[in-house]
């Protein structure tokens, strides 16, 4: 069944329909209709998934899809067009650029926390660079996946884009198929056996993962504005986001006050009661709620602990003075924990982020120059945002991605039409001047040759 998919799309592909820019054009704009119709649909998908507030289904997912979509259709014919480069003594005459072309048929493998922009944002970029395109949304968030494949055959062609339902074993009979280029967005255990799947056809790959991304809060700061912005990154889609704050690093003196910021937010979000808040989100699934509450063992939590497995609800919850190697610290959270762990310094903080996997996020909450300065010399990760939480994430003009552990391949915007494109080198030569290349042809010895 998935091989007659894949076949089917590669079928397609070889028609060569997907390729002409307007046809591009027409199935972006298409796809652009298919949110703006079924916004409601969506929204009470996920809904089901994952108890998304309706607030946040345009906010989180739908707004930077349409963006998106909106610059792809707005710049394609300057991205699809060559790109001239410099040329060399030797071929000062001729026609020297880079062809960005369809790659064939890839595969998009998305994950539950955001089933929409994480699957629907890579195939923009697949679309728009020429491809045919099989998607494969993640089988946990299942009313958004049964959603996505009975709506998206009705505005998009059928054949080169079709979707593909099911558990880890239809994820494992796609990847035995040979695709042009995967691209992979969940946990990096699964992450690794993409790669390998992919190396069986020498298939490059784009990995999306995931990690512990660290923010960094110094004392030199407007407690009262961190303490909103965190709150919000962690605490939004029920702390099950890739680039939420996993953790908070910051010298004791200000730990007090920062659970007592975070108290007053939280308050201010969800009210005495964030289970009754319709704001407030669930936990996707009851494996994930007991892995969640399983790190929680052992703690008092400074704010929140409480929870409802019937509901897989749990509170928002913030833990102070986590020892450096708790189980807390080891493992990314991917719910709604957020401990705190103290440091002496900003030296003491950059070693603690530089000891650990590279991460996908960093945030660094600082008013001095030169604290936000050092760290972002003396530290790495995929993408940094300063004085707030997860923004970088919504510009298309930066490329998002990880690094090491937390990923390998960047998207968004004309990165991901690049991704998706074969970078054809091109240099076009006339006939003529034939002596300039006698320097290159045998025999080497012109003297010995004329003679
Ligand atoms: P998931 O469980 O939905 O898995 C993602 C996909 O992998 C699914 O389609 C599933 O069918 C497939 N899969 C699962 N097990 C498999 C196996 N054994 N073999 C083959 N395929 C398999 O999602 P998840 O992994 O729980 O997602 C959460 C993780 O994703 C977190 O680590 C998070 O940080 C990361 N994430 C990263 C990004 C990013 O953009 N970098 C975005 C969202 C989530």
Known sequence: MEKQVVQQAREAFSTGRSRPLEFRVQQLKSLLR????????????????????????????LIGLENEISLAVSKLVKWAAPRPVERSLLTITDEVYIQPEPLGVVLI?????YPWALTLQPLVGAIAAGNAAVIKPSELSEYSASLLKSLLPRYLDRELYPVVCGGVSVTQQLLCQRFDHIFYTGNSTVGRLVMEAAARHLTPVTLELGGKSPCYIDKNVDLRVACRRVTWGKFVNCGQTCIAPDYILCEPSIQNRLVEGIRQTLLEFYGPDPKSSPDYGRIINQRHFNRVMALLEGYTAALGGQSDSSQRYIAPTVVKDVPPHARLMQEEIFGPLLPIVTISDIDDAIHFI?????????????SNKKVIKQMLAETTSGGVTVNDVMMHYTLNSLPFGGVGQSGTGMYHGKHTFDKFSNM??????????????IARYPPQNRQKARR
Not at 424 to 437: F, I, T
């Open 34 to 61: 298919m949110i703006t119709d079924r916004q409601g649909e969506i929204a009470t998908a996920l809904k089901q998934d994952i108890n998304r507030s309706q607030y946040d289904t345009p906010l989180l997912e």
């Open 109 to 113: 493998i998305g994950a539950w926390n």
């Open 354 to 366: 530089n000891e650990r996997e590279k991460p996908l996020a960093l945030y660094v909450f600082s």
């Open 424 to 437: 054809r080198a091109c240099l076009v030569k006339s006939l003529g001047m034939e002596d300039v290349n």
